[in-house]
């Protein structure tokens, strides 16, 4: 297991950008499957994007297709969000995920329930 400390949340007008990172314990930081998750209060946790191991492989949400950008630093243990043009719908506190993914898995991770660590979350604010 790895431990995840997420960073970057804050408060933000409409229109703005954000950038989290999630710096991971551990030395096998590229065997892991990253993934972002967001919860708004009274919804369920919703999926953001999931990055590959290497990185070469990422996959979004529609909801923020084109507007957030996943990316990864093996060499720093950390991942990251870049969130461009946000909306007060992005409002939500942000977790990251990881996952041990075997290098034989051709697997797309989206759920919740595919990701066994977590951080304890960054709250991110967009006002109008």
């Known amino acids: 297991q790895v431990q995840l400390v997420e960073s970057g949340g804050g408060l933000v007008q409409a229109g703005g950008s954000l950038r989290l990172s999630c710096a991971a314990s551990g030395r096998t930081f590229s065997s892991y499957t990253m993934g972002w998750f967001r919860q708004a209060p009274g919804k369920e946790r919703e999926f953001i994007a999931t990055i590959s191991r290497l990185g070469g492989t990422t996959y979004y949400a529609d909801s923020v297709k084109d507007r957030f950008t996943c990316s990864r630093d093996n060499a720093k243990n950390t991942v990251y969000l870049q969130m461009n043009s946000l909306t007060p719908e992005d409002t939500a506190v942000y977790y990251c995920?990881?996952?041990?993914?075997?290098?034989?898995?051709?697997?797309?991770?989206?759920?919740?329930?595919?990701?066994?660590?977590w951080g304890q979350g960054t709250q991110v604010t967009v006002s109008s």
């Open positions: 995920a990881a996952r041990f993914t075997p290098l034989s898995s051709g697997r797309r991770y989206t759920e919740a329930s595919d990701f066994g660590s």
